[in-house]
């Protein structure tokens, strides 16, 4: 009897990375998906290259491939293709390599046993609708591929393309399949989320048009985004924060507090406009998350020092920190005034530890308040249940109960330094 291959998906990067991951395993017919590299005839990496950390963790995995009882077949996938992907192949470090735009002809690809390097185009939108999230209790659903802005740092718009959005009949006809497959949490994403429908014919917000029609399908429960720009909330966005369907948290990119750095970094927010945004968000009851970039070129002590400052006024609960990474052909890469190694790192502790007592103190207000904590619970280990709550922190619950896929209401919770911890009462 023949013996169809086995096929490993190691997934790197954002949630866009993940959804991507989805598409390719729906449409992969003639092999077996596995989750243990170690039984896989093949690995396909979805790859991240936002960072040099980022291109650094995929060389690694691959050469922890080699080191594998049975090596497996190694074929190369997702941004990394248009920054590192040539020269991987060029060295033999991987077998075969394919673009975004390829990934729904995985099936046939994966047939072709010789090397080949597809690198595609930068245009292409999916048309695969997704009957299920494959390991996932939340369904991640991508509404939009490519981004028109131009930070100076980014090297994103170059292995993604320019901005281009899912036709939205077919987003709706993708949470309505998934839905009625006993999915209830649905998570929004896209390489510039907050741009789908502001190319269209219209002075209506298209984002927050679709986030109604997604809320009006049977069985969505939750709808969460992924990271939005402060410029793309507009007023008819704000109106739908009081709905019950919507997440009680949004991922906002600030990535600087200072005038001078976001001038630098050729962004489009306005300090004195973000802190505004941020206090009417907060004051609805939401947490707040942002992306910062520090030690980027020009971020001298003085300016550190006020972007601390402001960053004390943002009621900010989570952080996506991370250190500038020189990405080449970008206009930061030959700025002046590079910022050392360490110096960066001690900035993001900084910054890091002023953002989690943030959380801690958000956490203990909710409590104090007798704020419920409304959880998807996604998973189980040595007897603990784990899942998010509405405000996007993690929780531990003790439980004789069977919880995982369900969704709990917790009433009293004790807030711990990292975490929330519950036990559940019938």
């Known amino acids: 009897m023949f013996q169809k291959q086995k096929v490993f998906f190691k997934t790197f990067g954002c949630r866009t990375n993940v959804f991507d991951t989805q598409v390719m395993m729906s449409n992969l017919k003639d092999f077996d998906v596995v989750f243990d590299e170690k039984q896989a005839n093949?690995?396909?990496i979805n790859s991240c290259t936002v960072t040099n950390g980022a291109d650094t963790t995929a060389r690694s995995y691959i050469n922890s491939l080699n080191k594998l009882p049975n090596k497996p077949r190694v074929v190369f996938t997702g941004c990394g293709v248009w920054t590192k992907g040539e020269g991987l192949f060029k060295e033999n470090k991987i077998d075969a390599l394919?673009?975004?735009s390829e990934k729904e002809k995985i099936n046939i690809l994966l047939k072709n046993e010789e090397k080949f390097f597809e690198a595609g185009d930068l245009k292409h939108i999916d048309d695969t609708v997704i009957g299920e999230m494959i390991g996932k209790s939340r369904a991640f659903i991508k509404i939009q591929e490519g981004c028109d802005f131009r930070c100076s740092y980014c090297v994103i718009p170059f292995v993604r393309g320019d901005a281009r959005a899912y036709d939205e009949q077919k987003i709706l006809e993708q949470i309505t399949l998934l839905a009625s497959n006993g999915f209830g949490e649905f998570i929004l994403t896209g390489t510039n989320l907050g741009s789908y429908g502001k190319n269209l014919d219209s002075k209506e917000d298209g984002l927050a048009i679709l986030l109604?029609?997604?809320?009006?399908i049977r069985g969505v429960r939750r709808i969460r985004l992924g990271s939005v720009e402060p410029i793309q909330i507009t007023d008819q966005f704000?109106?739908?924060?009081?709905?019950?369907?919507?997440?009680?948290?949004?991922?906002?990119?600030?990535?600087?507090?200072t005038k001078q750095m976001l001038n630098l970094m050729n962004r489009r927010n306005k300090l004195k406009s973000d802190l505004e945004l941020f206090e009417f968000i907060a004051n609805k009851g939401y947490a707040l998350?942002?992306?910062?970039?520090?030690?980027?070129?020009g971020e001298t002590n003085e300016i550190w020092s006020e972007a601390i400052q402001n960053i004390q006024k943002f009621p900010l609960t989570h952080l996506h920190g991370f250190t500038y990474s020189k990405r080449d052909g970008t206009p930061s890469a030959t700025m002046s005034g590079q910022v050392?190694?360490?110096i960066a790192k001690q900035r993001l502790k900084e910054l890091t530890d002023i953002i989690d007592n943030k959380n801690y103190n958000f956490r203990k207000d909710l409590k104090q308040n007798n704020k419920p904590l409304d959880i998807l619970i996604e998973s189980k280990k040595d007897g603990i249940y784990k899942g998010y709550d509405q405000y996007f922190n993690p929780i531990e619950i003790d439980s004789f109960e069977d919880l995982v896929g369900n969704w709990t209401r917790i009433e009293k919770f004790d807030?711990?330094?990292k975490i929330n911890k519950a036990k559940f009462e019938l």
């Open 42 to 44: 093949i690995v396909v």
């Open 98 to 100: 394919f673009g975004h």
């Open 212 to 216: 109604q029609k997604i809320s009006m």
């Open 238 to 257: 704000k109106e739908l924060l009081d709905e019950p369907w919507m997440a009680k948290h949004l991922h906002i990119a600030l990535q600087h507090t």
């Open 289 to 297: 998350g942002t992306d910062f970039i520090v030690g980027h070129p």
């Open 340 to 342: 050392a190694g360490d």
């Open 415 to 417: 807030v711990e330094r």
